[in-house]
Nanobody, 122 residues
Framework: QVQLVESGGGLVQAGGSLRLSCAASERTYRTDFMGWFRQAPGKEREFVAAVNWNGSNIYYADSVKGRFTISRENAKNTVYLQMNSLKPEDTAVYYC???????????????WGQGTQVTVSS
């Protein structure tokens, strides 16, 4: 069973930066697309960003475009989310996800990490 392990969350002031990492236990077709979702209290899990296996296709939610950057390092089976210009509304639990195809809805992804908390103070 492929496992995803996130790291890098924490508390940051508005305008600050954080980098999240997600390491997959192995590289398979099930990790062809890797992405990030987030879920704030009382809200549905929402799409943040996704990248295909070689980085040639990258997708962002409109709310993070221009501030967040997703990338992957296949030699380490790892995907990153660089988050700049953070806002209080970015506060959420961030989840890494993977699947063999691209999607923007949480139920389209087969593999999930345990989540990491990101808190942005005003």
């Amino acid at each position: 069973q492929v496992q995803l392990v996130e790291s890098g969350g924490g508390l940051v002031q508005a305008g600050g930066s954080l980098r999240l990492s997600c390491a997959a236990s192995e590289r398979t077709y099930r990790t062809d697309f890797m992405g990030w979702f987030r879920q704030a209290p009382g809200k549905e899990r929402e799409f943040v960003a996704a990248v295909n296996w070689n980085g040639s296709n990258i997708y962002y939610a409109d709310s993070v475009k221009g501030r967040f950057t997703i990338s992957r390092e296949n030699a380490k089976n790892t995907v990153y989310l660089q988050m700049n210009s953070l806002k209080p509304e970015d506060t959420a639990v961030y989840y890494c996800a993977a699947d063999h195809s691209y999607g923007r809805r949480w139920y389209e992804y087969d593999l999930w990490g345990q989540g990491t908390q990101v808190t942005v103070s005003s």
